[in-house]
């Protein structure tokens, strides 16, 4: 390896550069996981518990892969985002709804852990950007904060849809509104990219899950009754497609970056 291959080895991310198709694909990934968490809890009946043991040994191995990656490997990130997002929806009812502690007591230990993992992340690497994230040390915090976001997600959009009495279709409309302002704020400010990228990362979660809901809970509940599998297997193809079409590229991680993103 020449002297510019070895730089660039060093500087490449092992996750994507954040770009419009990005948010495409993890909006329909989070969608996707509210839909596949709910297949096996709900449709097969299976429960929060039993279908969150069942999802969360995938995404252990698929974490512990995408470390020991060498690069940015498309399908593996996806898959690993996936699998944390579908957990995150089972571990999320259960704690919500087994356990009792109800979507407000869910959403505020769940935040508190986001802002947990963010806050020792800083403090242990001086900086959160996903810039940055090609040392094994980055990759456990970049994970463990996407699976704290992804469960939080899911508590957030059942607060908003059922105790902030929106409905599902009016809980996606709020998250999307939402996104829309910090869309703005990223193009149009200078407020600090960074802290932009992981609000809209978290957001995006509850969106997706207010979509998913709307799209498999019953008529009766505000839904549009969709088959939970079919749905998901609708979502994967569409998934699919987009990372074949979307040139995917790894982000990068210069060392005087300022906290800019792509």
Not at 154 to 172: I, P, S
Request: glycine share 10%; proline share 3%.
């Amino acid at each position: 390896m020449d002297m510019n291959a070895s730089a660039i080895a060093r500087t490449a991310s092992k996750v994507p550069a954040v770009t419009l198709g990005f948010w495409a694909i993890k909006i329909l990934a989070t969608t996707l996981g509210e839909t596949g968490g709910d297949t096996l809890s709900m449709t097969y009946d299976l429960g929060y518990l039993v279908s969150s043991a069942i999802f969360v040994v995938p995404l252990i191995l698929l974490v512990a892969a995408q470390i020991r990656a060498r690069g940015f490997h498309p399908a593996l990130y996806w898959a690993t985002i996936i699998a944390s997002t579908t957990a995150g929806t089972t571990i999320a009812d259960f704690a919500t709804r087994s356990m009792g502690i109800g979507y407000t007591g869910g959403s505020a230990l769940l935040l508190a852990l986001v802002l947990l993992s963010l806050a020792v992340w800083h403090r242990t690497m001086g900086t959160i950007s996903v810039e940055r994230i090609a040392s094994p040390k980055a990759e456990a915090f970049y994970w463990t904060t996407i699976t704290f976001s992804q469960t939080l997600g899911t508590a957030l959009g059942d607060w908003a849809a059922d105790d902030g009495g929106l409905g599902y279709l009016g809980g996606a409309l709020l998250f999307g509104g939402v996104l829309g302002v910090l869309a703005l704020l990223w193009f149009a400010t200078s407020t600090n990219k960074v802290a932009l990228f992981w609000a809209a990362f978290i957001l995006t979660r509850p969106l997706g899950a207010t979509v998913g809901d709307f799209l498999d809970k019953p008529l009766a509940k505000g839904g549009l009754d969709f088959s939970r599998p079919v749905a998901s297997a609708v979502l994967v193809v569409a998934i699919v497609v987009l990372i074949w079409l979307i040139p995917q590229r790894a982000g990068s991680h210069p060392s005087n970056a300022t906290g800019r993103m792509q």
